[in-house]
């Protein structure tokens, strides 16, 4: 299915400049590199420095506001509710109506210097959300004076156990969410490395079937089927799937020597010790994927 992207929220005004410094001061917002704002250019756009949300792009029209915004923005402050009305106030903001409780729940609404509403809601810590967390850093296993299958094994299971580390505490919308420019999300690039696992280590090395969960895939109507699959399935399975993966290649791997040749050479040959490496490398790039997409979805970090 194909959709579209919000690119701009286009806000008719008196005075682009003035308010694109209002709304830029408000929301961290910038000038577009490229076309930096003037005083008494006909349309002022403001972007966020950090790519995640659409632009505001005021226009002149010689007309006043007159009646109550059919659009409006809800902000989160990152300080507290009363620290962020305060500061909007002092950047030209007035209050319209005060709908904060008495109990601490509720919401202010504002209206910028031209008199268009926006809302102040809780912070996400006066919600009760927990600040966005910093797992740390995982030890590297104890392998730097090994020979070639242990360090190949123990790198691998490594990387492995980072993914499992680095998905841990992800809720099913975070899992499912696809920020990006492509199917690209959390769930899917788990899926996406299980199936790796299993077509390298049991299909094309071992000569096994291919897993029931897979075997039915029509990859010439979908080359992106688990990418697709994925955001529509608990994710907990998908983790579960993974883990699973892993464990029947370590089996595979046990039985068979580093140079011991694929059973599938219809597209060429290779060893055990090229898939190990391989896995090595697919694994450790999509580990910095899970990684990036975390940090953008929900603030943790890690490693």
Same mark, same amino acid.
């Given at each position: 299915m194909t959709t579209s992207t919000i690119r701009h929220l286009t806000i008719d005004c008196r005075s682009p400049y003035e308010q694109a410094r209002f709304w830029a001061a408000a929301l961290g917002f910038v000038d577009d590199p490229s076309d930096p704002n003037h005083p008494g250019d006909p349309e002022a756009l403001i972007v966020d420095p950090h790519g995640r949300h659409p632009g505001l792009l005021f226009i002149?029209?010689?007309?006043?506001?007159?009646?109550?915004?059919?659009?409006?923005?809800?902000?989160?402050?990152?300080?507290?509710?009363?620290?962020?009305v305060a500061r909007l106030l002092d950047l030209g903001a007035t209050l319209v109506a005060d709908h904060r409780r008495p109990d601490g729940t509720g919401w202010a609404v504002l209206a910028d210097p031209e008199g268009n509403e926006l809302c102040v809601e809780r912070s996400a810590a006066e919600r009760g959300q927990p600040e966005p967390a910093d797992t740390g850093a995982r030890p590297l296993p104890p392998v730097h004076g090994a020979g070639e299958r242990e360090l190949l094994e123990a790198m691998l299971d490594w990387y492995r156990a980072g993914v499992v580390a680095k998905v841990r505490g992800v809720t099913q919308a975070v899992a499912?969410?696809?920020?990006?420019?492509?199917?690209?999300?959390?769930?899917?690039?788990?899926?996406?490395?299980?199936?790796?696992?299993?077509?390298?280590?049991? *299909?094309?090395?071992?000569?096994?079937?291919?897993? #029931?969960?897979?075997?039915? $895939?029509?990859? =010439?109507? &979908?080359? %992106?089927?688990?990418?697709?699959?994925?955001?529509?399935?608990?994710?907990?399975? *998908?983790?579960?799937?993974?883990?699973?993966?892993? #464990?029947?290649?370590?089996? $595979?791997?046990? =039985?068979? &020597?580093? %140079?011991?040749?694929?059973?599938?050479?219809?597209?060429?040959?290779?060893?055990?010790?090229?898939?190990?490496?391989?896995?090595?490398?697919?694994?450790?790039?999509?580990?910095?994927?899970?990684?990036?997409?975390?940090?953008?979805?929900d603030g943790t970090t890690g490693e």
């Open positions: 002149a029209v010689p007309e006043p506001k007159t009646t109550k915004n059919r659009l409006h923005l809800d902000l989160v402050p990152d300080a507290a509710r009363e620290v962020e499912s969410a696809t920020p990006l420019r492509s199917s690209t999300s959390i769930a899917g690039l788990v899926k996406h490395l299980a199936l790796v696992e299993g077509a390298w280590f049991e *299909v094309d090395f071992a000569g096994s079937p291919e897993p #029931a969960w897979w075997a039915d $895939v029509d990859w =010439d109507a &979908d080359r %992106d089927w688990e990418f697709h699959s994925a955001v529509d399935e608990p994710f907990e399975d *998908v983790v579960r799937l993974y883990e699973a993966a892993c #464990a029947r290649s370590r089996l $595979v791997a046990a =039985d068979h &020597d580093l %140079d011991e040749l694929g059973a599938d050479t219809s597209r060429r040959e290779f060893t055990l010790r090229f898939v190990l490496l391989h896995l090595i490398e697919e694994t450790a790039r999509h580990l910095g994927h899970l990684d990036v997409l975390r940090e953008l979805l």
